[in-house]
Structure formats: C-alpha cells, structure tokens
C-alpha cells in the first residue's frame, strides 16, 4: 500500500524554522545584520610598457649578438690595462688551462648558468686561465654558433675577465676559448 503524500503547508521555510526552535515564544533573538567583507586590496601598479620595452630590446640585443660571429671566427678581447703582448701569448697558447667547461650541444639557456657558476667557482678557488669548449655551432639551427656568441657576450660583461682568445688548432681553435681570469 502507498502512503499517501504529506499535505502541503502554506507557510515559507523561514517562518517553519522559527516556529521549530521556539523563535516566536521569545527563547531566540535574531543576530544583527552583519557587516560586509572587506574589499580585496587593489593590485600594485605595474609598468608593463616598460618591461615590454625591456624585453624588446633584450630580443633585438640577442639577435644583433648572434649575427656578430660565425663559426670560424676568432674571439679576441683584453682589457685595456691588459698588455698586448700578453693577448698575443695567450693566442699562441702559451698559458695553460688550469681547468675547462665543455658546453657542447646544451641548450643556451643551461650553458649560461653553467658558464655563470664556473667562473664563479674559478674565481672562488683562484684560478687564472681555463678553457672554455663551446663548439663552431655547425649544428645548430639557422647554421649560426649560438654559444659560441654566448660565452663572447658573457665574457666581456664580467669584471673578474682579463682577457680572452680562441686557442691555437692543437688546443681547440675556433670551438674553444682561452680565458684569463683576476686572481682574488
């Protein structure tokens, strides 16, 4: 047998509920209206124009760095206290390499930061010249020597830099370079 469904009550929820815990016999009071949330804190301003006119020109900057050597150039910087002559020794390879990175076939980005913390650990342990092996870039994309522009621009940018010079062939020639470091 079926039940026959309950009857309908006219009255809202509301009122059914206050009647349930004694509301209209003056056992309960009703709370005041809570006040609103705070609003959420406004974003800090940003300059945006900015960083994208920094990262413009950091692009443009890679680009015009890129194009600056090929593979079977020579790279060749000194400081200007730096003697000449010293420069020409270091091209003939006449110092020797205290310790050497080989950045082969990494991506830019990781060879950077390992770049970044040899000479980092280099100047640490007071080394004064090492390798570096960045290849010719024969093959990489577009047929250009990305690390090799890479270590060169990393290279002049450092104070602790004296001087750098792509070694003699027996030594590792254009896919290599020759750096001596200041001595702590």
């Known amino acids: 047998m079926r039940k026959a469904p309950p009857e309908a009550d006219d009255r809202d929820d509301a009122s059914l509920f206050r009647e349930a815990i004694g509301a209209n016999?003056?056992?309960?009071?009703e709370l005041p209206p809570a006040s609103p949330p705070p609003a959420m804190p406004k974003p800090k301003p940003s300059a945006k124009m900015g960083r994208r006119d920094e990262d413009a020109a950091r692009e443009e900057f890679r680009h015009v760095v890129m194009a600056a050597l090929e593979s079977g150039d020579v790279l060749s910087y000194r400081r200007d206290e730096v003697s000449p002559m010293l420069?020409?020794?270091?091209?003939?390879?006449?110092?020797?390499?205290?310790?050497e990175l080989d950045l082969h076939g990494l991506p830019a980005r990781t060879a950077e930061s390992m770049l970044r913390e040899f000479l980092r650990d280099c100047r640490t342990h007071g080394l004064g010249c090492v390798r570096?092996?960045?290849g010719k870039g024969r093959n990489s994309e577009e047929r250009l020597?990305?690390?090799?522009?890479?270590?060169?621009?990393?290279?002049?940018?450092?104070a602790d830099v004296l001087a750098f010079h792509s070694p003699p062939a027996a030594q590792g020639g254009?896919?290599?370079?020759?750096?001596?470091l200041e001595k702590r």
Request: glycine content about 8%; aromatic content about 2%; charged content about 30%.
């Open 25 to 29: 016999r003056g056992k309960v009071r």
């Open 87 to 99: 420069l020409k020794r270091l091209a003939r390879g006449e110092y020797s390499a205290q310790e």
């Open 132 to 134: 570096i092996v960045h």
């Open 145 to 158: 020597p990305v690390l090799k522009n890479l270590v060169d621009r990393v290279l002049r940018h450092r």
């Open 174 to 180: 254009a896919g290599a370079v020759l750096v001596l």
